[in-house]
């Protein structure tokens, strides 16, 4: 049964629509990510590629929270913007990495009083160049999950107690907040853990997935297959894909974040190589188009693009897809 995002009583606006409804509205959805600019930098930039993304008909976007730990603020008023000056929904990435419990549910009232409802839950990566090892802060979280299930309580009106304040209870009762709670999935993770951790995150609450980046279309589909298996189209995954437009992008990929990339999306990118950057783009293009078509045909409800700050070739992949639902 799918959860109801409706507003049904006084509050936040919640006029945007949820990601869930999007997503059951539509045949295939597409949208994309939007990073904040680096602090103390010019935002303009990233309200024209929101402009832009909105024109070319996306469906939602999401926006970074601190992107791989580096100092990028703005999360919340992008969003903001997004869905106020453009009419276009957004989900806020929340992370948990370095944030109290407490913090983490004054962040999420935050989100509740601007009508942001459309939250991705995420544990939240290290910064570029410091160590890896994950060490929760004191009364912090380790994994996403505990961080979904706490959004989820705050959609049963459930909110933490304040010790020596507060009547000794598990809860505090409060006015419910209607979070549509995002989760991240892993596909190229072993088959003995990534259907695991993804029902730890949708048994705590989350409604809907957003792959890690994936080139490899037989792996997403092997994965979704087991998606499948589990819970059949019920639970929507999204896959993430970034449009390459070189070869030196594709080779950082597999080198610095290991993702696996087809030998034959590798062989077109090094033939086009000597014809230029042109070439190269549109050999990026090309797989996006067959990437995404091949997902369509497995039953996937739409595609995610981390546009990396640009939206154009995002846009040119959507119009060669030819959507009905789209015109």
Same mark, same amino acid.
């Given at each position: 049964m799918r959860a109801n995002f409706r507003h049904v009583s006084s509050g936040p606006d919640l006029s945007a629509p949820s990601v869930l409804e999007i997503i059951d509205?539509?045949?295939f959805s597409i949208s994309a990510e939007i990073i904040p600019p680096r602090n103390g930098t010019d935002f303009e930039e990233v309200f024209q590629q929101i402009s832009q993304l909105h024109e070319a008909g996306f469906d939602?976007?999401?926006v970074t929270h601190g992107a791989g730990g580096s100092l990028r603020g703005g999360t919340l008023p992008i969003a903001h913007y997004a869905q106020t000056k453009e009419n276009l929904t957004a989900i806020a990435h929340l992370t948990c990495r370095g944030v109290s419990k407490e913090d983490l549910e004054n962040m999420?009232? !935050?989100?509740?009083?601007?009508?942001l409802r459309n939250i991705l839950a995420l544990r939240g990566d290290p910064p570029d160049g410091l160590e890896a090892e994950f060490r929760p802060v004191p009364g912090g979280y380790s994994y996403a999950w505990q961080l979904i299930e706490q959004i989820t309580a705050m959609n049963r009106g459930?909110?933490?107690v304040r010790k020596n304040f507060d009547p000794? !209870?598990?809860f505090r009762k409060g006015i419910p907040t209607q979070f549509c709670i995002g989760a991240a999935c892993y596909p190229e993770d072993p088959p003995d853990i990534r259907i695991a951790y993804l029902e730890k995150k949708k048994t705590a609450g989350a409604h809907?997935?957003?792959?890690?980046?994936?080139?490899d279309l037989a792996v997403f589909e092997q994965f979704y297959s087991e998606v499948v298996d589990c819970w059949g189209h019920t639970f929507p995954v999204i896959p993430g894909i970034r449009i390459p437009k070189n070869l030196k992008q594709l080779e950082r990929m597999q080198t610095k974040f290991g993702i696996k990339i087809p030998e034959a999306l590798l062989r077109s990118m090094r033939r086009a190589e000597n014809n230029g950057p042109a070439a190269m783009s549109q050999v990026g293009e090309n797989w996006a188009v067959e990437f995404i078509t091949g997902c369509r045909s497995m039953g996937v409800r739409g595609i995610h693009f981390f546009i990396m700050g640009d939206p154009l070739s995002a846009i040119r992949v959507k119009q060669?897809?030819?959507?009905p639902e789209y015109g």
């Open positions: 509205s539509k045949v939602f976007i999401s999420l009232i !935050d989100h509740h009083y601007f009508g459930e909110y933490l000794p !209870d598990k809907f997935a957003i792959s890690q980046m994936i080139f060669q897809l030819k959507l």
